[in-house]
């Protein structure tokens, strides 16, 4: 929802970026963050807000990855559903199918 009405306004291209570097941010600072015994009840709250961030990057980023490459395939004249694979969750689906 914020990042698909951004793509709209600003363009497609400047919010994936943006969601590139909201994901790469919030990982480097995960790794370098210090622990609880270091900075106490900070760590666990910084944790979460660190983490809620790389998951509403993440959405995004798919979202726009996604519209992206349906848009291209048409503009080639590939009209072929290459798109709608991608957003089908396909871990259950292999699971779900029996080994040979």
């Given at each position: 929802m914020v990042f698909g009405r951004m793509g709209d306004r600003v363009g497609r291209?400047?919010?994936?970026?943006?969601?590139?570097?909201?994901?790469?941010?919030a990982t480097t600072t995960l790794?370098?963050?210090?622990?609880?015994d270091h900075i106490g009840i900070?760590?666990?709250?910084?944790?979460?807000?660190?983490?809620l961030l790389q998951g509403l990057a993440i959405g995004?980023?798919?979202?726009?990855a996604v519209v992206g490459t349906y848009y291209q395939r048409v503009?080639?004249?590939?009209?072929?559903?290459t798109s709608h694979f991608r957003t089908i969750p396909q871990g259950p689906v292999k699971s779900s199918v029996p080994a040979c």
């Open positions: 291209k400047k919010t994936f970026m943006t969601t590139l570097l909201i994901m790469g941010g790794g370098l963050m210090p622990t609880y900070l760590a666990p709250i910084l944790l979460v807000t660190l983490r995004g980023e798919y979202g726009g503009l080639d004249g590939h009209r072929i559903l």
